[in-house]
T-cell receptor, first 114, second 114 residues
Framework: NAGVTQTPKFQVLKTGQSMTLQCAQD?????MSWYRQDPGMGLRLIHY???????DQGEVPNGYNVSRSTTEDFPLRLLSAAPSQTSVYFC?????????????FGPGTRLTVL | AQSVTQLDSQVPVFEEAPVELRCNYS??????LFWYVQYPNQGLQLLLK??????LVESINGFEAEFNKSQTSFHLRKPSVHISDTAEYFC????????????FGTGTRLTVIP
């Protein structure tokens, strides 16, 4: 299993540009999520999904869109990038509601918005 | 709502010395507590977790944490650290057993000095 994969690893955007961060998992997990990591602030939840066709907002959803058309993929879209979205983005996945499961994180995408 | 406080942003410690990384949480419901480790330029990996049962939980590489409900704490300890333990450590809380929708602390950077 590849686990959780993210592309690209690095990206530089200009203010106002749009892009999609890709996330895929091959563990058949129902739950997938996106976090952003900023210095001194830890990780904050952006959006999450508990299954195909179901998404919901996390702690910091503004400026981001998500969709979940398949179990495997959970892309994160920035429609109009802003410098405040400069961050490291992590995708994660797990089973839903299992007391013995854990959440698996991807390697991250480092995004810079100029 | 849940929140997590990690009191120390940086902890330097000499090799083979003991270390404690502090974590306090607030929650109005039952909690599930986690410690994640992030090595440089990598994603997060689960170190250990408390879901129920024994309040003392251990990891395979010598770390342990104790859930203290009265003090709302989940401090991480290791009796003798190695150079390879240098990393950033995040405490997280969830109100769901499946580790979905984690709320993270701001992280503690552990630096082991030779």
């Amino acid at each position: 299993n590849a686990g959780v994969t993210q592309t690209p690893k690095f990206q530089v955007l200009k203010t106002g540009q749009s892009m999609t961060l890709q996330c895929a998992q091959d563990m058949n997990h129902e739950y997938m999520s996106w976090y952003r990591q900023d210095p001194g602030m830890g990780l904050r939840l952006i959006h999450y999904s508990v299954g195909a066709g179901i998404t919901d907002q996390g702690e910091v959803p503004n400026g981001y869109n998500v969709s979940r058309s398949t179990t495997e993929d959970f892309p994160l879209r920035l429609l109009s990038a802003a410098p405040s979205q400069t961050s490291v983005y992590f995708c994660a996945s797990s089973n839903v509601g299992s007391s013995t499961d854990t959440q698996y994180f991807g390697p991250g995408t480092r995004l810079t918005v100029l | 709502a849940q929140s997590v406080t990690q009191l120390d942003s940086q902890v330097p410690v000499f090799e083979e010395a003991p270390v404690e990384l502090r974590c306090n949480y607030s929650s109005s419901v039952s909690v599930y507590l986690f410690w994640y480790v992030q090595y440089p330029n990598q994603g997060l990996q689960l170190l250990l977790k408390y879901l129920s049962g024994s309040t003392l939980v251990e990891s395979i590489n010598g770390f342990e944490a104790e859930f203290n409900k009265s003090q709302t704490s989940f401090h991480l300890r290791k009796p003798s650290v190695h150079i390879s333990d240098t990393a950033e450590y995040f405490c997280a809380v969830s109100d769901r057993a499946g580790a979905n929708n984690l709320f993270f602390g701001t992280g503690t950077r552990l630096t082991v000095i030779p």
